[in-house]
């Protein structure tokens, strides 16, 4: 009987007269034959046997049932359509379905345009350019990080970092969007989640002499490391300003938190696990540290984006920055983001883009 309701929910969704529904079902049709062997994500997979394709008509509307169910229990699809009419261009709007797709289920039916093969022959190049053999061992032996020289790739910075990290911040460039989005000479930045520092100094170099960057980031591992890249590029380190406090949507309040390497989030209660740090707002920021304008603000902060917005209204409607704000860490990002930058200041455009072969660092752009 339960399954029987799940066919009758499927065949109302596939049926239904809206053109949104009928792209979603589109893509799941053309993708849901096929499906990838279990792997560690970024590993070299076995191309030989990467992708398999289900060839039994009853077996692919089974798969088809079994996705659609997930994808109705995990999104309001209103909801989804209302943010997806939100991007200004039809890459983003079609990225946005992929990136919902991709996330409603553990083993997802689509691969993002960012080709196994492409990535780690750029993984194993980018390793080579470690400085020496000396590495930093962080969070259980996981985080591994050697110190690299990025001239090679036009940028005049030294930094502890790793080959993952290079390919998405300094080759991808995941907080700029096409010639659309990106930091300007003169701009002032907010690097909200700053980690190691690699992102403030990108910026400090796109902004040169003219501008300058805030950069935000509260936990002790993370600056310890920060600590270290900051001291590698003495002249680049005069144009950033370390804020350590969490961004929110209001300031003086006490959160907690759980070590957890770059994705430390906060955690509504306290335990013997937990540590605390101090809030503050963009806008407070802002107004106590008499900035006199605002050009760029990045988020990557682990889940707070939507508070950390809610503390920037000021701020975004007095200057109109450009944005570059994530939306993978909540289930809801896709829908709640979209709308609340909208709501704030209607005159955005937005676009989107994922940045990864995995579930992460997909972001949201702004820009009037």
């Known amino acids: 009987m339960n399954y029987l309701k799940k066919v009758l929910k499927y065949y109302k969704f596939k049926n239904s007269s809206s053109d949104f529904i009928q792209h979603l079902m589109a893509l799941i049709n053309n993708c849901s034959c096929y499906y990838y062997p279990e792997h560690p994500q970024l590993e070299v997979p076995d191309f030989s046997k990467s992708v398999n394709i289900e060839t039994s008509p009853i077996k692919r509307l089974r798969r088809r049932i079994s996705f659609v169910n997930t994808f109705l229990n995990l999104y309001d699809v209103k909801e989804l359509e209302k943010s997806y009419n939100l991007f200004d261009d039809e890459y983003s709007k079609e990225m946005f379905l992929r990136v919902a797709l991709f996330r409603t289920s553990e083993t997802p039916i689509l691969r993002f345009p960012l080709y196994y093969s492409k990535v780690f022959s750029c993984l194993d190049k ?170 760029f603000i990045k988020m990557d902060i682990e889940g707070s984006e939507e508070e950390a917005l809610k503390g920037a209204v000021k701020t975004i409607k007095k200057y109109k920055p450009k944005l570059a704000i994530c939306a993978y860490h909540k289930d809801d990002d896709l829908i709640v983001l979209p709308q609340l930058i909208k709501s704030i200041l209607p005159e955005y455009k937005l676009y989107l883009d994922h940045n990864t072969i995995s579930r992460n660092e997909t972001v949201i752009y702004a820009k009037v």
């Not at 061992?137 to 036009?154: P, T």
């Not at 796109?206 to 935000?216: E, L, M, P, S, T």
């Not at 770059?262 to 937990?274: A, D, L, Q, V, W």
């Open 126 to 295: 980018l390793s080579k350019l470690a400085i020496d053999d000396e590495e930093i061992v962080l969070w259980y032996d996981i985080i591994h990080l050697k110190k690299y020289n990025l001239s090679s790739l036009g940028h005049d910075i030294k930094l502890w970092f790793s080959p993952e990290g290079l390919l998405i911040d300094f080759v991808i460039e995941q907080y700029r969007y096409r010639d659309i989005v990106d930091i300007e000479d003169g701009d002032n930045v907010l690097d909200c989640g700053a980690c190691y520092g690699d992102t403030a100094l990108l910026s400090a170099l796109k902004n040169k002499q003219n501008g300058h960057v805030y950069a935000f980031e509260f936990m002790p591992e993370n600056l310890e490391i920060y600590n270290k890249n900051m001291a590698l590029n003495p002249e680049i380190v005069k144009n950033i300003t370390l804020v350590q406090k969490a961004v929110s949507d209001k300031s003086g309040k006490e959160i907690n938190f759980v070590f957890n390497g770059p994705g430390t989030n906060i955690h509504s209660e306290k335990s013997e696990s937990t540590f605390t740090a101090e809030t503050v707002s963009i806008d407070d920021y802002v107004e106590q540290n008499n900035i006199e304008k605002i050009d």
